[in-house]
């Protein structure tokens, strides 16, 4: 892993997008300006040519007008022997001289340069005999510089004529070369503008192409971009990535992404986890209430029970203990309520019934100290409401409420309209709650163990979330209390139907 | 899920651009240097390399437009090349129409090496070659000599021989009824070597032509005028009464003359007409038996003794003072490969 990591590294030359674009517009650069230096170069030397053609012809006009010079200050002296003439004619023939080097002296296979030959010779031909006719003048030899002189003017014309026609000859060449030249030149120009034309469309595609390499990557990475944004976590970047800044994005984006994917795996995981644990909390408390009961239940045989029980009434009849018996009839019928209609919904007649009974159980335990007191409003009996709900309120008055005050025990039940809906209300002159445990009821924020005292198993709590699913509503319970030793009231509400 | 490596479809788009980029590089390249080679195109004509040669001869000839004259050049100028020596003709490019005496004399101030000239009989000639020599420069004459110069040597067909030839085509086209023939001599003809033409035919007549009763005439044709001779042969072909049977012409010029001048005044068959040289137009003529017959010099051979006899001088000091060349005639019944050959090399 670190070593193909290394290798990557060393593959992965970094080079910045400025230093790509560099490159192109140096490359672009250096292109345009090779074609126009070789361009210009070419111009320039076709310049040059151009420039040269007529050299030739400008050079023999001035040998031209040397030889001329040369035999005019020659006839000057001859003439006059004038001192202004001989200097003249040496500083010509010098000047005429160094002008001949210019000529070719080969043999060669070309006309012309044969006739520039034949001008060498024929020219220090020329100047020998003018020579030996300047001395011949100075020797005062009449005869002889009269004899020199002929023929140098003889040879004069000669040269003139060869000159005048070598110059002729090369006047047509240079003409025809001119003439060629300039067509080049001509040509040239709509060639060179083709040529620039067609490095530019060359230099269009290369800045396409190698521009391409830094914005391809760009787009694909928006687009990548794009579906996650959508939701798609699930992207292939290419692995091919330029080693530039976009590079280093989109290995960045490429991480991003991963780890996104990874996170929201171990999200789900835990999630799923709590959920699981949730679930199995659940079932356990579940198992122990249903643990709870099949305790209880086990521990009662209810046919046996009701059976013993009858059996212990009517022993108590024989025996003519009357509030034996009574006390054992009354608590057959309260755990024949229990068991027959513990899940069924009964009528609130019913269930202030099984109150009696209870009262009439608990008073026995408790030498009658409790008082009974009920108003009810007989219409109202029938009302359904579930089983099991006022008992427990009535129990929990007992426990909580009345039964460590040493005065007269007082619980009141009554049964009123209010609201268009029915009251039933159970108070009591107890110790009376707290406003802080009024709420914790209300709200089911009981710790398990405030309810373990429940005698068989359905407390408040239960009671109350019994009657809101009933009711589906909440306001279906109100407890109040007044202060300490100031009793406590339990109301419950019942829709009337309809 | 992102459909295709964005880098898997550029290879195709890449190597389209690759060839596309190449293909213009290359034709970019390629108009550069063509443009190049154009700039350059100006200096071909210096650059070309011109070949050395080792000595430089010059051709004197009077007429630059006869084609003997040509051909002997053409042919001196292609065997000297052999022999490293370049041949120019000299006075061929100059502007100014110089005689043979002029020529000679430029040839010498411009030293060159070897003179090739068509002599005559002047004194001019004879001292203008005298004084070549004198400077040192070998002097070939051709054809025609330069008598009494001092000039090397001499290349010629030796006029008595032309005679004899010119003689042997008299006998073979005269019979016994033939009264006359003509033979067309120039101006310069006492000094040159023209009148050993005349003895030549004299003598071949004499041996072997006696059972002609043949005149043998001469006239001899004003070459003072531009086109003096043309006029006087056209006078001869007028003057019907006097009209030879057989006209002998000792030059190309005259021949075409004749020839011409038989064809308009509708005279083919009336006069035969002896010719010299090969031009094309006296072959074909000789073909349709306009012309009897034209005597040939061999221009190769001409041309390669000038060159020989230069170079032998030169390399050794000594020459032969006399090279004869060989005569041949042409009839009707040897014209026809000629005339192929001369086709042939028309179209070179």
Known sequence: ????????????????????????????????????????????????????????????????????????????????????????????????????????????????????????????????????????????????????????????????????????????????????????????????????????????????????????????????????????LDIQLSERRPRDEVGIVTDAFDQMVKSLKKYIVQLKKSMELESAMKERQLMMETHLRDAKLNYLQAQINPHFLFNTLNAGAQLAMMEGADRTYQYVQNVADFFRYNVKKNHDVVTLEEEIELIDHYIYIINVRFSGEIHFKKDIDEELIHAQIPSMTLQPVVENCINHGIRDISREKLIELSVYEERGGICVSIRDNGVGMSEEKIEKIMNRKLEENDLDDVINGVGLDNVIVRLRLFFEREDVIDITSAGTDMGTEVAIYIPLEG | ?????????????????????????????????????????????????????????????????????????????????????????????????????????????????????????????????????????????????????????????????????????????????????????????????KNLVYNGIRDTLDNEGNHLNLELKTIVLNEDSSFGKEEAIREIFLNKEELPEIIICLNEKDTISAYQAAVDYNLVGQIKILGYSDADTILNAISRNVIAATIVVDAKQVGSYCIKALDEYIETGHVNDFFTMDVNAVTTNNVKGRLKNAGEQGEK
């Open chain 2, 1 to 193: 899920m992102i459909k295709k490596d964005p880098y898997k479809t550029n290879h195709r788009q890449l190597a389209i651009f690759a060839v596309i980029i190449l293909a213009m590089a290359v034709m970019t390249v390629l108009s550069l240097a063509y443009v190049g080679k154009w700039a350059e195109g100006g200096g071909k004509m210096n650059a070309q390399p011109y070949e050395s040669f080792e000595r430089h001869y010059v051709f004197i000839a009077d007429s630059e437009e006869d084609i003997f004259w040509d051909k002997v050049y053409e042919e001196a100028k292609t065997y000297a090349k052999e022999e490293n020596i370049y041949l120019e003709w000299e006075g061929s490019n100059l502007a100014a129409d110089y005689s043979k005496a002029e020529l000679l004399k430029i040839a010498v101030a411009s030293q060159v090496d070897g003179i090739v000239l068509e002599g005559d009989g002047s004194h001019q000639i004879q001292e203008a070659v005298n004084e070549a020599v004198d400077h040192g420069i070998p002097v070939v004459t051709v054809m025609t000599d330069s008598y009494d110069s001092k000039r090397q040597s001499f290349v010629g067909i030796g006029n008595h021989n032309l005679g004899r030839e010119y003689g042997r085509q008299i006998i073979r086209i005269a019979n016994k009824n033939t009264k006359d023939a003509l033979i067309l001599m120039d101006t310069s003809m006492e000094s040159s070597g």
């Open chain 1, 1 to 232: 892993m670190l070593g193909s990591r290394v290798k990557n590294s060393k593959k992965h030359i970094f080079i910045s997008i400025q230093t790509k674009l560099l490159f192109i517009f140096l490359m672009i650069a250096l292109i345009i300006l090779g074609v126009n230096w070789y361009i210009y170069f070419n111009i320039n030397k076709m310049i040059t040519n151009i420039d040269k053609v007529y050299e030739s012809n400008a050079m023999l006009n001035e040998l031209q007008n040397g030889l001329t010079l040369i035999h005019r200050n020659m006839e000057n002296f001859l003439d006059t022997r004038d001192t202004d003439a001989i200097e003249g004619y040496l500083r010509n023939e010098q000047e005429y001289r160094k002008q001949l080097e210019n000529l070719n002296t080969r043999i060669l296979n070309d006309e012309t340069k044969i006739m520039e030959k034949n001008i060498y010779h024929m020219s220090q031909s020329y100047i020998e005999i003018t020579d030996k006719a300047i001395e011949a003048k100075r020797g005062r030899n009449i005869a002889k510089y009269k004899e020199y002189y002929d023929s140098a003017d003889e040879l004069y014309g000669y040269i003139n004529s060869y000159l005048y026609s070598l110059n002729n000859q090369q006047f047509q060449n240079n003409s025809e070369n001119y003439e060629m030249l300039f067509s080049a030149l001509k040509f040239s120009e709509t060639s060179n503008l083709l040529i620039l034309c067609m490095v530019s469309a060359l230099n269009g595609i290369l800045i396409i192409l190698l521009t391409k390499g830094i914005t391809n990557p760009l787009i694909e990475l928006a687009k990548a971009a794009d579906e996650v944004a959508k939701g798609t």
